[in-house]
C-alpha cells in the first residue's frame, strides 16, 4: 500500500515561504511526476514527503497515518537521489544489504533478496566492487536496488537519471517505467525534463514557485493544459503563444498552436513567413519562422522530407480546432 | 605551441636549499637539547665542549633513579589519552550535528567556541585553582583530563566539522531513508567515512594535551603531575642545570616526536585538510 495525502502542507526557510498551502494526493500504485523549472520546489515537496525536510503547517498522510512528526526512517518509503548516494566504503553487496541489515532481516533473507535485485538489475557481476569502481548508470542501478530491497510502501526519486549521459538516461527510463508496471508500487518522481515526466507518468503534477499549476494524466496535460505556464511546459518544441488582434479575432487575449498542429502547405496558406532556423532532425524539421506577422519566432514542425532552407518564403494552415484559447489572465477558455 | 609553466633546474635546487635551511634551523634545538643531554652540567656550560666532549648516560640514569621519570610519563599517557577519548566523544556528535543539522546560529556558535580559545589562560587562573582546591580535585588525574579536553575542544569540533563537511549530506540522507537513527549513522556511516579526519585530529589532540604546561603546571603538584611539570621541577633557582634538564625535556618530547614521525601523513593531511575545493 502507499497512498500519500499532503493536506496543507506548507514550508518556509526562514522568512521566505517556498511552498504556500498546497493540497495533493497521490493513490496507491500510482506512478507520480512532479515536474516544474529548477527552484519551483518540486524537490523540496519531495524531501517533505520523504521526512528530510519539517512542514512548517499541514500534514502528511501515508496510508492514513499521519506521518508529520515522523522520521524519515520509520515512514516506510525509499529514496533514489540524484547523487546516488551510496556508501562508498561499501561493497554493492554490502549497500544493498545495509538497509535489510539495519530492519534486522537473517542473512540468509539478506542474501536472497540482494541476489534477486542484483539478477533484475544486471548487477550480479559488480556484487563485490565498490562504488567508487563503477559507472554512472550501475551507480544508479545500485541505489534503485538498495530502494527495491526494503519493499517500501513508496519510491521516491530526486531527479535520478539528470548525472546520467542522454543514451543511458533513455534506458534506465525504460528500466524505471518497467519497474513500476511489474511491481505497482507507488512511486514520485522528481525532475526538470517534461519528456520524462510525459513518457514515465500516470498523474504530472505541474509545480510553479511552489504552487500547483496543474495535475493530470500526461494527455491531459498535453491536450487541456489549464494556463499559459502548463501550456508552455508540457510539449516539445514549446507551444507558439500569439496575441494582438489574431487572438482576438477568436475572442482570446492569448492564443497557443502547437508546432505539430501548423501544417506546411505549398498553396498560399492563412499565414506565411520566412524561414529562419531549420532543424532536420530526420524523422522530423522543427522551422523557426519570421516575419509572420503574429509572433516573434514561430516554430512549426514539419516531416522530414519538407525541403525548405534559410530564406525561403513558408506558407503555413494552423488547425483551427487545435488552437487553445487564454484569457487576460492566463486561464484557459474552455 | 602550449603555454606550459616549466620549473628551471636551478629554482629547483635553490628551492631544495632554502627547505634544507628551514628544516635545519627548526630541527636545530632539538639536536642541540639531544646533545646537551650527554653532557655532565658541568661540561654543559663550558665552551670548549661543544661538540666534543666525553658523552655521558648520567643524566638519565638520575632522571630515572631520583627524579621518578616513568610516574610523570604515565600521568602524561593517562592524562593524554583520555582527555583525547573525551574530547572526540563530545566532539564528534557536536560536529555531526552542526555539519548537517545547521542552524541559523551554527556558525555564531563555532565563532563563539574559537573565541573561547582567546581569553587568555592566566585570566582564569585563579578561579580555576580555587574552585579545584575547594572541590577537592586539586592534582588528581581527572581535573587533568577535565582541563586538557575542554582546552582542546575547540580545536577538536572545528576540525572535525571541517571533515564533516566535505561528506555529501545525501550520504546521511540515504542513511535516514535506510531506516538508521542518529547513533547508526554517526557509527555505520559518518565514523568509516571521515575516519582518516578522525585519526588526524586524535592525534593532534593528543600532541597537544602531551605538550600542554601552564595547566599542568599549575594544576598538579605530585599525585597528577606530567612531564611538563618534571621539566618545569628541574628549573632550580640556583642556576640551571642544563644537562639535566636537557636530558628531561628530551625524554619528555621523545614520545611525542617518535609518533609524530610515524603519523607525518596523516598530520599533514590533518592540517591542509579543506584548504584548497
Known sequence: MGRIVLEKVTKSFGDTQVIPPLDLTIEDGEFAVFVGPSGCGKSTLLRLIAGLEHTTSGKVLIDGEDMTEISPSKRGLSMVFQTYALYPHMTVRKNIAFP??????????????????????????????????????????????????????????????????????????????????????????????????????????????????????????????????????????????????????????????????????????????????????????????????????????????????????????????????????????? | MAIVAQSSKAGRISRATLAWIVGLLFFFPIFWMVLTSFKTDADAVKPEFLFFFTPTLENYLNMTENYDYWRFARNSVITSVFATIFALAVGIPCAYAMAFNPSRATKDVLMWMLSTKMLPAAAVLYPMTFLTKSVGLFDTHFMVIVVLMLINLPIVIWMLFTYFKEIPKEIIEAGQMDGVNTWGEIREILIPLAWGGIASTALLCFIFCWNEAYWTVRLTTTDAATLSKLIEGNRAPEGLFFGRLSAVSAAAVGPIVVLGWFCQKQLVQGLTFGAVK
Not at chain 1, 534486522?104 to 562504488?131: H, M, V, W
Not at chain 1, 513508496?154 to 531527479?159: I, M, N, R, T, V
Not at chain 1, 502547405?265 to 513567413?273: H, M, P, S
Not at chain 1, 503574429?294 to 525548405?308: F, I, K, M, S, Y
Open chain 1, 100 to 334: 535489510m541489515r539495519m530492519a534486522g532481516l537473517s542473512e540468509e533473507e539478506q542474501n536472497k533478496k540482494i541476489e534477486a535485485a542484483a539478477e533484475s538489475l544486471n548487477l550480479t557481476d559488480y556484487l563485490d566492487r565498490k562504488p567508487g569502481q563503477l559507472s554512472g548508470g550501475q551507480r544508479q542501478r545500485v541505489a534503485i536496488g538498495r530502494a527495491i530491497v526494503r519493499d517500501p510502501s513508496a519510491f521516491l526519486f530526486d531527479e535520478p537519471l539528470s548525472n546520467l549521459d542522454a543514451a543511458l538516461r533513455v534506458g534506465m527510463r525504460l528500466e524505471i517505467t518497467e519497474m513500476h508496471e511489474r511491481m505497482k508500487t507507488t512511486m514520485i518522481y522528481v525532475t526538470h525534463d517534461q519528456v520524462e515526466a510525459m513518457t514515465m507518468a500516470n498523474k504530472i503534477v505541474v509545480l510553479q514557485a511552489g504552487v500547483i499549476e496543474q495535475v493530470g494524466t500526461p494527455l491531459e496535460l498535453y491536450h487541456k493544459p489549464c494556463n499559459l505556464f502548463v501550456a508552455g511546459f508540457i510539449g516539445s518544441p514549446k507551444m507558439n503563444f500569439i496575441m494582438g488582434t489574431e487572438a482576438a479575432h477568436m475572442g482570446a487575449a492569448t492564443i497557443g498552436i502547437r508546432p505539430e498542429h501548423i501544417d506546411v502547405v505549398e498553396e498560399a496558406g492563412v499565414w506565411q513567413g520566412r524561414v529562419g532556423v531549420a532543424e532536420h532532425l530526420g524523422s522530423d524539421t522543427f522551422f523557426h519562422i519570421h516575419d509572420t506577422g503574429l509572433t516573434e519566432t514561430l516554430t512549426v514542425r514539419a516531416p522530414g522530407d519538407v525541403q525548405l532552407k534559410h530564406g525561403d518564403i513558408i506558407s503555413l494552415n494552423p488547425r483551427t480546432e487545435l488552437i487553445h484559447k487564454f484569457d487576460d489572465k492566463g486561464l484557459r477558455i474552455a
